[in-house]
């Protein structure tokens, strides 16, 4: 009678201990980021003819980002972005790697949409946002999940800046 006593109270500790490691493995962390100093070390171009002003292209992008959690620390993003456009405005997707400070990484995917406005003097500015989620990392982001929004703009009065919003469980 003890002995089955011991086990079942055995049992119901490893159950909880299981349920309290899920439980604390679940965890998910709201952030912010600010992305800023974005430069483009690569571009294609293919211009369309089906209307006036229609691109496609490619393009490489690295950026500084910085987020809201101290424990998330990224030196720059890799961006590797195709657009469809005309006159400026249309629609993108992107594959992006974070580099962490510990050598680590975090990667993913985002889709969005984008304009651009030209002013009377000749000034312009691009706003755009979208959607994002993570699909992988190494070392401790190994199993990193997680979405998030992002907004941004540029101009040609002002500088690049793109703000985030995320949930992540890593």
Known sequence: MKSSSRLVTNIFLVMALACFT??????????????????????????????????????????????????FKVNEEWVYSQTDQVDGSGTHRCYWIDFHEGGEQTYGTCEGAHR???KDDGSWQSTWEGKYRYVGGTGKYKNIKGTGTYKGRVGSKEAFIEEAREQVEY
Request: hydrophobic share 30%; net charge negative.
């Open 22 to 71: 899920c439980a604390a493995q679940a965890e998910k962390i709201e952030q912010t980021s600010v992305k800023t100093n974005q430069r483009s070390v690569a571009k294609s171009t293919v211009t369309l003819s089906d209307v006036p002003n229609h691109e496609l292209f490619q393009e490489t992008l690295i950026s500084n980002i910085k987020y809201s959690n101290p424990d």
């Open 116 to 118: 651009t406005v030209v």
